[in-house]
């Protein structure tokens, strides 16, 4: 079983930064694809960026390019999303989420049905 802890939350002003940390545990071996999602209060969670197993491609929500970056740090099992220029609509509970995945795979989801492990959440609050 893969557990997940999300880390790095927090209050920031509009236009501050985050960066926040998904930890991988437990039956790490094998190959995932990653995904960060967002919950706002009384709207359903979205997808804000992934990476893929292999070749650490990326992918990003239009509302996000160009202000936050996904990235992975295989030897330490982690997973960051560096959040900048941020906006009070970043406002959010932040998950990240595995999806096994095959040898050199190099799949990109952004649908929280294709994921099978997440984390519990971390709070990002966006105001001034």
């Known amino acids: 079983q893969l557990q997940l802890v999300e880390s790095g939350g927090g209050l920031v002003q509009p236009g501050g930064s985050l960066r926040l940390s998904c930890a991988a545990s437990g039956f790490t071996r094998g190959y995932y694809a990653i995904g960060w999602f967002r919950q706002a209060p009384g709207k359903e969670r979205e997808g804000v960026s992934c990476i893929s197993s292999s070749e650490s491609l990326t992918n990003y929500a239009d509302s996000v390019k160009g202000r936050f970056t996904i990235s992975r740090d295989g030897a330490k099992n982690t997973i960051y999303l560096q959040m900048n220029s941020l906006k009070p609509e970043d406002t959010g509970l932040y998950y990240c989420?595995?999806?096994?995945?095959?040898?050199?795979?190099?799949?990109?989801?952004?649908?929280?049905?294709?994921?099978?492990?997440w984390g519990q959440g971390t709070q990002v609050t966006v105001s001034s």
């Open positions: 989420a595995a999806r096994r995945v095959s040898y050199y795979s190099t799949g990109l989801y952004l649908r929280e049905y294709e994921y099978t492990y």
